[in-house]
């Protein structure tokens, strides 16, 4: 999951948890978006979590060091 994904995820359990007041027969919508923040929070942090692992933009910082 990428960090878009999980910010996508993380914004839509929020709404559905503190902003939808309608009820359905059925399915708890407040549930659900408590479970779709959860997975977006811990989405995130995997994803920043490992993105330093990924090795993807980071510069090396190897110089070449020529001596005479």
């Avoid at 902003?19 to 995130?44: E, K, P, Y």
Wanted: overall charge positive; cysteine-free.
């Amino acid at each position: 999951m990428g960090i878009s994904i999980s910010i996508l995820f993380i914004a839509a359990g929020a709404i559905l948890r503190w902003a939808v007041t309608a009820s359905t027969s059925g399915v708890n919508l407040q549930t659900v978006g408590m479970i779709l923040f959860i997975v977006g929070i811990v989405g995130l942090a995997l994803s920043l979590a490992f993105w330093s692992s990924w090795g993807g933009f980071r510069r090396s910082n190897s110089t070449t060091v020529v001596e005479r």
